[in-house]
């Protein structure tokens, strides 16, 4: 199982690009990278998933680079609505239903 | 239009009482979850039924059973609440999809805030 890694915490501030840096050196070949989004007293999310290169949604893209042992949630131009944690998983290609919530990253953007 | 719901959002309760947290899904998914979120916000699976039948069960106490009357329902009840029990636990619900191209993404409930005093 590919465990994950991220930075606790992140401070910015509104109009800011953010870039969330996770690493995953254990992925396997079939392996997705997810990452969710949490906000105070909510669940927890989905923002965006990718298997290589880029993926870009109306929220976020993915970067994930060849050897895909680290992924790069960016988000453009945060506002203080985008003060959350965020959550790098990595899916287990053996166990469709398995998904492991690693201790995210809490983003703190401010004004 | 609630997506998946869970019942009750706070529950207070005193150490060795039993209880219940309901959790609905109106999107048809085939999958649902529980999670339970420490106060350290560390989120981990807990169970996990496909279409009413257990397919995950990550070393949980005993203590805690939980029952699928249908696909669109997962409750969870805890017998001889413990204080290591207080914790955010959260039902999700996913489609059973997975191709080449895309994975399973779950849809979480607002969480039920259990304390146990």
């Known amino acids: 199982l590919a465990k994950t890694t991220q930075p606790i915490s992140m401070d910015s501030y509104e109009g800011q690009e953010v870039n969330i840096t996770c690493s995953h050196n254990n992925i396997a070949t079939n392996d997705y990278i997810t990452w969710y989004q949490q906000f105070p007293s909510q669940g927890p999310r989905f923002i965006i998933q990718?298997?290589?290169t880029k993926v870009t949604n109306e929220v976020a893209s993915l970067f994930i680079p060849a050897d895909r042992k680290s992924s790069t949630l960016s988000l453009p131009r945060v506002s203080l609505s985008d003060t959350a944690v965020y959550y790098c998983?990595?899916?287990?290609?053996?166990?469709?239903?398995?998904?492991?919530f690693g201790s995210g990253t809490k983003l703190n953007v401010k004004p | 239009d609630t997506a998946v719901s869970q019942t009750p959002k706070y529950l207070v309760t005193q150490m060795g009482n039993d209880k219940s947290i309901k959790c609905e899904q109106n999107l048809g998914h085939d999958t649902m979850y529980w999670y339970k979120q420490d106060s350290k916000k560390f989120l981990k699976i807990m169970f996990s039924?496909?279409?009413?039948?257990?397919?995950i069960n990550e070393t949980v106490p005993n203590r805690f059973s939980p029952k699928s009357p249908d696909k669109a329902h997962l409750n969870l009840h805890i017998n001889s609440l413990e204080l290591g029990d207080s914790a955010v636990y959260f039902c999700?619900?996913?489609?059973?999809?997975?191709?080449?191209?895309?994975?399973?993404?779950?849809?979480f409930g607002p969480g039920t805030r259990l304390l146990v005093l």
């Open positions: 990718g298997y290589k």
């Open positions: 039924y496909n279409n009413k039948e257990l397919i």
């Open positions: 999700a619900s996913s489609p059973k999809i997975r191709t080449s191209v895309i994975r399973e993404t779950q849809y």
């Open positions: 998983l990595v899916d287990d290609q053996y166990n469709f239903n398995k998904f492991y």
